[in-house]
């Protein structure tokens, strides 16, 4: 790739002092003399909806999006949209019915609401898995395939001085707590929606130029429909005898209508509903305020397909019409990862600057979040319950601010040389299989937690493992032990001597057999758990306003499931 021109780097950084600059404003003007773990931690009241949607999105959007989503637009086309699409949904489900039952509580942190709805053992068990995940799969991703991905667009020579400038700049938003995260990452939001329109624009124009249109947006989007209508459907083809191994590989990853029956709705709800690091955002704000926060989020999410994933079909319909062979096969080898990059090579002076900028608000703004999580649950969850009982406001913050160090340095040291393997694994693949194996039970038990009386805590606990192995198995042995074919599963040639259920089919399965098992657990128990939360009507009673943008995203997403079906 070309080099940055004077005026990319002059983007880049005034892009850098902008956010530092406003961080430190929002620091010092709302910053008290005895600030409480509450508002650090969760920025009690200090967030607006626009704050907490733009949030949300800006620590929900990395490195592992623009990279990986990219390269599946490119093998498989706009059906990866409905990691998003389907996303916009499972935020209305949590703004109408989870967020009440959090802020009704007063849960600050997944662990305390599993400690308060079933027992401490439950909470210290997920207190840890989650703290574990979050640094050594999560932040660490997050830095390595963010320094990479950047270290690319710079020529490849700056790997290890990225990682470090992405980790002090993390490090100098995070310790300023949920509210100036919350706030900077309205700048990063902005400036990641324009950078990756731009980005998309110049994708587009490629592909007019390329046959001859010149350079017409509307043109060239026309000419991926007309020369790839195959890469707009969102639902795949189930495989037939005659498919290919790569039509084959298309439904493993995204397994048609059958994924939208399982998997794709655990994915979401879990992430969306049941996961400290986006719930945070919302967990310090009255009802009203985090529901629009959580909307306006959603309606983010059905643009972000434009962002991430139409780059990498423009780069499959040039690839595939003679141009971008040296991008996309440096070492004569097809790279769908290099997509995005591909692209990016084409950028002019100047909106290069803005695209560098788009990718770092992307991760700088994710680990900080992360951070800022691992933080909250360490304190709140472990230091404040089992070290320190008695420690005051200024101390948990303290130790807030140590543990945030700590974490991205633990991050930084596992990262420089690689230690766990992301770049061989592919970033994507390494985080889905540390979390994807745990999802259904842990969403499970917060479902059945949250809306059924009688969930007891052993069923709580049964359901975490048994989540767990059955993933394992479905994933791993079920098409050995039970046959390829059976009336819950149908198993498909992988393209390496074995035979696989797709992922998310067995993220279904997973789910459903541990739901049955924790509903036959707890029926053993009494009819109603003392622990149980009361829920009534008024809870989940929606304003007219709020009404409003989750009929528009409904409208909305059906449009786009009817054009692009």
């Not at 009690?44 to 990219?70: K, P, R």
């Not at 992988?494 to 993220?507: D, R």
């Amino acid at each position: 790739m070309e080099k940055f021109s004077t005026i990319d780097y002059v983007i880049f950084f005034v892009y850098f002092i902008v956010v530092a600059g406003y961080g430190l404003w929002i620091y010092r003007r709302k910053k008290s003399a005895e600030e409480s773990s509450n508002d650090y931690f969760l920025a009690e009241g200090s967030l607006t909806w626009w704050a907490i949607g733009a949030s949300l999105i800006a620590s929900n959007i990395s490195a592992e999006q623009f990279i990986g989503m990219s390269g599946n637009g490119f093998e498989v086309g706009i059906a990866v949209a409905a990691y998003e699409w389907i996303a916009a949904i499972a935020l209305i489900i949590v703004a109408v019915w989870f967020i009440p039952v959090y802020l009704k509580n007063k849960i600050f942190t997944m662990p305390q609401f599993l400690n308060r709805r079933y027992n401490e053992t439950t909470s210290l068990i997920m207190a840890v898995f989650w703290l574990f995940l979050y640094v050594f799969v999560n932040l660490t991703s997050i830095l390595y395939l963010g320094a990479l991905a950047i270290n690319n667009l710079m020529g490849g020579e700056y790997f290890h001085i990225i990682m470090l400038v992405l980790a002090v700049f993390a490090i100098i938003i995070t310790l300023g707590g949920m509210r100036v995260i919350g706030f900077t990452d309205v700048i990063q939001v902005v400036v990641l929606i324009v950078g990756g329109i731009a980005t998309t624009y110049v994708a587009l124009t490629l592909v007019s130029e390329h046959f001859g249109l010149g350079k017409d947006v509307l043109a060239g989007f026309n000419k991926l429909l007309e020369d790839s209508p195959q890469h707009f459907h969102l639902i795949v083809d189930k495989p037939t005898a005659e498919s290919s191994q790569a039509d084959i590989n298309k439904y493993l990853m995204l397994p048609g209508i059958g994924m939208y029956l399982a998997g794709i709705w655990i994915v979401n709800l879990n992430y969306w509903g049941c996961n400290q690091y986006i719930t945070q955002r919302a967990l310090g704000a009255d009802l009203k305020t985090a529901r629009t926060g959580l909307l306006f989020a959603g309606f983010l999410k059905l643009l972000m397909p434009v962002i991430v994933m139409l780059p990498g079909i423009a780069a499959y319909v040039l690839y595939k019409n003679g141009a971008l062979q040296n991008e996309m096969a440096p070492n004569g080898n097809f790279q769908a990862d290099n997509a995005y990059s591909a692209i990016l090579g084409f950028l002019p002076d100047g909106v290069k600057g803005m695209a560098l900028a788009a990718l770092t608000a992307a991760i700088v703004a994710s680990l900080a979040g992360k951070a800022n999580s691992i933080a909250t649950i360490y304190t709140l969850d472990i230091y404040k319950k089992y070290i320190n009982k008695g420690a005051q406001d200024k101390k948990l913050v303290g130790i807030g601010k140590l543990t945030i160090i700590v974490s991205i340095v633990i991050a930084v040291l596992f990262t420089w040389n690689d230690t766990l393997g992301i770049g061989g694994a592919g970033g994507f693949t390494f985080i889905q299989k540390y979390t994807g194996f745990i999802s259904p039970g842990v969403f499970a038990m917060f479902l059945l937690g949250m809306f059924w009386k009688r969930t007891t805590g052993t069923a709580a606990i049964v359901g975490l493992i048994a989540g767990f192995v059955l993933s394992v198995f479905f994933n791993e042995f079920a098409p050995t032990l039970l046959g390829n074919e059976t009336w819950i599963y149908t198993a498909y040639p992988n393209g390496k001597g074995g035979y696989e259920i797709p992922f998310q089919i067995c993220m279904g399965l997973a789910f459903a057999f541990t739901m049955l098992l924790m509903v036959v657990v707890s029926l053993a128990g009494p009819q109603i758990n003392p622990k149980a939360f009361e829920l009534d009507k008024k809870m989940f009673r929606v304003e007219p306003s709020v009404m409003i943008l989750i009929v528009v995203t409904v409208l909305l997403v059906s449009a786009l499931y009817v054009r692009f079906w």
